[in-house]
């Protein structure tokens, strides 16, 4: 959660935090991942399959990742990108994309997603709730 009101993400007293701090539910319906540095959580994602209560635009033969999230004193040091790396090695064995929403304000995460091959999938944009603007993308997964 410090990830996200680092990078100005998440607006104190929102419900989205609740739902953060909630990873002990989320183990239960998805995969949590952890990155570690010397015993030190320093980041986590959380993978999600199709029609699961986590799942927010993925469809068959897709798997979605969420939560992607890294300690602020651990930014720029590739936590991010292993995480998503893995979320790919994962998804190659059961899906043939992988999808992902970033808030409309997150251009650095907007640049980091099409860094690591990702395509915006503008169909698949939602609004959760008003103001809270979700873009997609996809990465296609190849074997």
């Known amino acids: 959660m410090q990830a996200y009101e680092a990078g100005g993400h998440l607006e ?25 540095n010397g015993g030190q959580i320093v980041g986590t994602v959380t993978i999600c399959s199709p029609g699961s209560p986590y799942a927010e635009i993925c469809q068959p033969g897709e798997l979605e990742f969420r939560f992607l999230a890294v300690e602020p004193n651990n930014w720029g040091q590739g936590v991010g990108e292993k995480l ?19 808030i409309d304000i997150n251009i650095g995460g907007h640049r980091f997603y099409e860094k690591l091959g990702f395509d915006r999938l503008p ?12 873009q997609a993308y996809r990465k296609a997964l190849q074997n």
């Open 12 to 36: 104190p007293g929102s419900p989205y935090a609740e739902t953060m701090r909630d990873v002990a539910h989320r183990s239960t319906a998805a995969t949590v991942l952890v990155a570690e």
């Open 84 to 102: 998503v790396r893995e979320c790919e090695v994962r998804g190659r064995v059961v899906a043939t994309q992988l999808v992902i929403c970033v």
């Open 123 to 134: 169909e698949r944009d939602w609004e959760p709730r008003p103001g809270i603007n979700l």
